[in-house]
């Protein structure tokens, strides 16, 4: 399941609703991106994300969906905020849920790399400077690059 | 053809649609980018860097041979920063 919006969302009460009824389930993992009041040495005081509404959430639904090729997963969600949002507010949550732990913990560090390298999003930072687009980071590539090597089978 | 930017790209052309209608011969990515670069100055200067400008062609990345053809929703916009 993925969705994107503007509001907030509530942990708990996803990973609640995701297992709820389920006896199946052995394991969940989750990731949590919030936003940072520093980046590099720049103090950040608020940031705009931008998306491409429909080729966003198709991107985000294909990777589920490669996550869900690659490991039997019981359940999985990626929520992604758009719009403008504070430091210490959520930005992205991801979970996901499998009969062993494995699967989860691997299947969410890869929705996560994936994310952040093929769902059009943007963040415009507000600086001292003025506002200013992030830039991508090879960090962010090879993140991704890890998981490459499974894709080509 | 609808042409989509977003991000920088989208602040350096100064809208974030149009709609354009190239002529028969630019039938690739990389022939829209060069054409669309002579509408305006403003055109040229956001997709002067053509490395740090993504293309998709309905929806799907695509590289500058990819082709296009009425129609088609083509956006440029810069590497994504989600997450």
Redesign the interface.
């Known amino acids: 399941m993925i969705r994107v919006q503007h509001e907030d969302f509530d942990i708990g009460a996803e990973i609640a609703a995701l297992t709820q009824g389920r006896t199946d389930i052995g394991g969940v993992a989750s990731f949590i991106?919030l936003v940072r009041d520093v980046v590099g040495s720049e103090s950040v005081g608020a940031m705009t994300?931008?998306?491409?509404p429909?080729?966003t959430e198709?991107k985000l639904q294909e990777i589920e969906a490669e996550a869900n090729r690659r490991w039997p997963l019981s359940a999985s969600l990626i929520i992604?905020r758009f719009g403008r949002l504070e430091p210490g507010d959520r930005?992205?949550l991801v979970i996901t849920a499998s009969p062993h732990r494995q699967a989860a913990l691997e299947s969410c560090a890869f929705l996560?790399d994936w994310?952040?390298?093929?769902?059009?999003?943007?963040?415009?930072e507000e600086t001292a400077a003025g506002p200013q687009?992030?830039?991508?980071r090879d960090s962010?590539d090879d993140a991704a690059a890890r998981w490459i090597k499974d894709v080509a089978e | 053809m609808r042409v989509l930017y977003f991000a920088w790209v989208k602040s350096k052309v100064g809208i974030g649609e149009e709609r354009v209608e190239p002529p028969a011969g630019v039938a690739t990515v990389g022939a829209l980018l060069d054409w669309l670069s002579q509408r305006s100055t403003k055109h040229a200067a956001a997709l002067a860097n053509r490395s740090v400008v993504r293309v998709a062609v309905n929806q799907e990345y695509v590289g500058t041979d990819h082709p296009v053809k009425p129609g088609d929703e083509v956006a440029l916009f810069p590497p994504v920063t989600g997450g």
């Open positions: 991106g994300l931008e998306h491409y429909g080729m198709k992604h930005i992205v996560i994310l952040k390298t093929k769902a059009p999003f943007w963040k415009l687009w992030v830039e991508a962010d």
